[in-house]
């Protein structure tokens, strides 16, 4: 375990070799590890260890744990593509280190600057969806590390990283125009902040690090209805059951479109309650392709399906009981997914209910909900709801020792089903 690695550690002049478990609960027991990526037949490693060698107690005296690990596919799983490769973790968040290698005091004395003095982190690709995986709250720099206003652009940011840091806001920087163009950001340097993986493009002055910060914090503390492009739009409508899209149009500030946005603003936390993805975009692209010539236009898709809203859209109360409204929630042929908070205030509400708890990365589970889907109309007939969820944690915030796991509610009393869930008839 941790103890008697780090019995180990202060014993010996060796740089400790881990495997993936360990170097994961050694990441996140430890807020400084720094971690060499190596392949031990290749000659390159084998010099670059044995000049690493010289700095092993120095990182222990800065208090920073210095392991190795020969893992081609540990190594993918951080985007690493070039052996060997130093990172060093802070509390998690990985820096990589593009200075040479074989220059131990140079990289000795960058590991010392970063535990002092934080900088933001370069990051690959596959880290990004990691600190997606891990953080609620992350912030992206996508750049271009030739370009010199760029460059600038980051100097500014840099002297909000500790305020960012107080606030819990992950920040990095990733030099990858390919994964830029995805999110529809075509010109760089650009901000894209996360919260729970749900992104949100700043449209500022990237030059004005206070304005920046204040955004940040206006994103995590305030019911704000996140600005997405086109590209970002298409993937959260691709990926998630629920999305709201306020089509603007061309929208400035202190015009009708704006001031209808400001009163959506009121109803965006009840929809993040309700599992429904709020989003704004001024691009017509998407509206255009499902026939959308009036705007401003509220959009509701449910797993993909679009539906028009038609009501008063200056009247945020009426918009949210329309959205919310078991009616406009139904998807033909689909059990509806739910997270917890809209589960208890559907089993107190409903006399009968049948619910599905699963995990949403298990694919036995999804092929049971394709089967159960089969009977979601019969149990409509019967004035049974059924609902399906995979909130993290919901097996223990129900009791239920083991997921996928069927469930009739009968006025809040429970029933577990023990038969075969890939045969619905039964």
């Known amino acids: 375990d941790v103890l008697e690695w780090l019995e180990r550690q202060t014993s010996s002049d060796e740089i400790e070799d881990v495997t993936d478990e360990m170097l994961d609960m050694i990441i996140e027991k430890m807020p400084h590890v720094a971690v060499l990526f190596y392949d031990k037949d290749s000659k390159t490693s084998q010099k670059v260890l044995t000049e690493l060698e010289n700095i092993d107690d120095e990182c222990d005296q800065n208090d920073i744990a210095f392991v190795k690990i020969d893992d081609d596919n540990e190594a993918k799983e951080w985007g690493i593509e070039e052996l060997p490769t130093m990172i060093l973790f802070e509390r998690g968040i990985p820096h990589i280190y593009e200075g040479d290698l074989m220059r131990e005091e140079e990289l000795l004395g960058w590991l010392v600057h970063q535990k002092r003095h934080s900088e933001i982190p370069e ?3 596959e ?3 990691k600190l997606m995986r891990t953080y609620d709250h ?13 460059i600038r652009v980051l100097n500014e940011l840099e002297n909000i990283d500790d305020e960012l840091e107080k606030e819990e806001i992950v920040i990095a920087r990733l030099d990858n125009a390919e994964e830029a163009r995805e999110y529809g950001l075509d010109h760089l340097p650009a901000l894209v902040y996360f919260e729970n993986q749900i992104p949100a493009v700043y449209e500022g002055d990237l030059m004005n690090e206070e304005e920046v910060l204040e955004w940040l914090k206006l994103q995590k503390y305030s019911a704000t209805i996140e600005e ?7 993937d959260l409508i691709e990926e998630h059951e629920y999305v ?10 202190g015009e009708k479109c704006d001031k209808i946005l400001d009163d959506l603003e009121n109803i965006d936390d009840e929809l993040d309650e309700a599992g429904i993805i709020f989003v704004t975009t001024e691009d017509m692209s998407t509206a255009k392709k499902y026939n959308i010539k009036t705007v401003p ?15 008063d859209l200056n009247d945020e109360d009426e918009v949210l009981t329309w959205l919310t409204d078991e009616e406009t929630l139904e998807i033909p042929g689909k059990i509806e997914e739910v997270n917890i908070k809209m589960l208890e205030k559907i089993l107190a509400e409903n006399e009968h209910i049948v619910v599905f708890f699963y995990h949403d990365e298990d694919k036995k589970s999804l092929k049971i909900i394709n089967e159960l889907e089969n009977i979601d109309d019969e149990c409509e ?7 399906k969820t995979s ?21 809040k009393f429970r029933t577990i089903y023990s038969g075969d869930l890939m045969n619905e008839d039964t």
Not at 381 to 386: L, V
């Open 123 to 125: 990051i690959t690709d």
């Open 127 to 129: 880290m990004k969806d």
């Open 138 to 150: 992350v912030a992206i720099i996508f750049y271009d590390k030739d370009d010199k206003q760029d």
């Open 228 to 234: 997405v492009t086109d590209e970002i739009l298409q």
């Open 244 to 253: 709201c899209v306020y089509f603007s149009g061309e929208c400035e500030e």
């Open 297 to 311: 236009a509220l959009v509701f898709f449910r797993n993909k399906d679009p539906l028009i809203y038609t009501g």
């Open 381 to 387: 007939e019967k004035d049974i709801n059924f609902v």
């Open 391 to 411: 909130d993290d944690d919901v097996d223990k915030e129900y009791d239920l020792e083991q997921l996928p796991a069927l469930v009739f509610y009968r006025h």
